[in-house]
């Protein structure tokens, strides 16, 4: 029976995780050095039950999610049942593919964060409800609870702010209600910002995006976070907030964003650098781990997204939207910063394309 099959999967998805966190991570985070919350969210979720919550650098979806959690192993108990439900809706994301599920479940660098604080398993659910909700909506109240799914994304990343405007040039008869309910989830934390920082207008959070499109721009390092370079971009950073002393966090974000955009004077340089971290984006991580093996595990993926979209030529409705959201979001980073940990929340819409490979197959089998 395909439920069954569906629940051995989901069963697999999730005691790989709870391993890789119980036996796996320890024996890795002290062999590589590896920083757990190398972000800063158990400072803010601090603040957020202490009850002086004020920071505007994250959006408050994840810090919160970390408060409640409390101990970090509960995050990650937590994490790993939240990616094993991801699992679930991959699957019916994918028209009930089972391989879909199975190429999400069994998906290593999914598996691996679920081990650290940081927010991209909790995005990538949350993303993935939203996609789900949105290829599904015909009626009006389905266009505004994608909406409000879109909301909740952006307040844990504020990076799909700008997918509105997709959202109204592919479907405008529509798309201004999933804008409409967005904007109305977004705005009582567009509210709290503007009180905390004394009317300074942020819809959810900095995320301190200015600083990374600035050092993905920056040319004399070719926009690289780790290696050799680090010390030059920061100090690059560093005299930028030293002719600032006085900017907000708001205002120094600004600042950092208008100091990436003169790097594109010279477009050649920032087009080529732009191509690189498209590459990035799909095959290194900042720390350049496991160089080799990473490109291969996520070659296999992308070619069996290839073959799937192939096979599924002319594409339907659900793949232009799925086909859109990769796009979107691997431009935003080719444009800002990128490495492989900002390819996660998307790659379950490459497992759900991809799974036509097989899907295709298995049909004309049966066929013949």
Not at 64 to 69: D, L
Not at 152 to 171: D, I, R, S, T
Not at 272 to 283: D, E, H, S, V
Request: charged share 15%; glycine share 6%.
């Amino acid at each position: 029976m395909p439920d069954k099959r569906l629940t051995i999967c989901l069963l697999v998805a999730l005691l790989l995780r709870l391993a890789f966190i119980f036996i796996v991570f320890p024996a890795l985070e002290q062999r590589w050095h590896l920083r757990v919350d190398g972000d800063g969210y158990g400072a803010i979720a601090q603040s957020v039950r202490d009850g002086r919550y004020d920071d505007v650098t994250r959006g408050p979806v994840y810090p919160v999610f970390v408060a409640v959690a409390g101990a970090p192993v509960i995050v990650k108990v937590l994490q790993a049942l939240l990616d094993t439900a991801t699992v679930l809706l991959v699957w019916r994301l994918a028209g009930k593919r089972l391989w879909a599920a199975w190429l999400w479940a069994l998906y290593p660098f999914a598996i691996w964060r679920v081990a650290f604080i940081n927010k991209e398993i909790v995005l990538a659910f949350l993303l993935v409800g939203y996609v789900l909700l949105q290829v599904r909506a015909d009626k009006p109240w389905q266009w505004l609870a994608a909406g409000a799914m879109l909301g909740l994304v952006n307040l844990c990343k504020p990076m799909f702010l700008l997918w509105p405007v997709v959202l109204l040039v592919v479907a405008p008869r529509r798309g201004w209600l999933t804008l409409v309910a967005c904007a109305l989830v977004i705005a009582p934390w567009t509210y709290r910002n503007w009180r905390v920082t004394g009317g300074e207008f942020l819809p959810v959070a900095t995320e301190r995006g200015g600083l990374a499109a600035f050092l993905g721009n920056y040319a004399p390092t070719l926009g690289l976070y780790e290696g050799p370079g680090k010390p030059i971009w920061m100090a690059a950073a560093d005299d930028i907030r030293q002719r600032n002393p006085s900017a907000s966090t708001v205002q120094l974000d600004h600042i950092f964003y208008r100091e990436a955009l003169k790097a594109w004077r010279d477009p050649v340089t920032m087009m080529t650098l732009a191509i690189r971290k498209c590459g990035r984006f799909w095959f290194l991580s900042a720390a350049r781990r496991e160089q080799v093996l990473s490109c291969v595990i996520q070659t296999g993926y992308l070619v069996l997204l290839g073959i799937g979209l192939w096979q599924a030529w002319p594409w339907e409705r659900e793949v232009w939207w799925l086909v859109a959201m990769i796009g979107y979001v691997m431009l935003l980073h080719a444009l800002s910063y990128a490495d492989m940990r900002y390819s996660l929340p998307v790659m379950p819409f490459v497992c759900a394309l991809a799974a036509r490979t097989f899907a295709t197959r298995a049909a004309a089998t049966e066929t013949s």
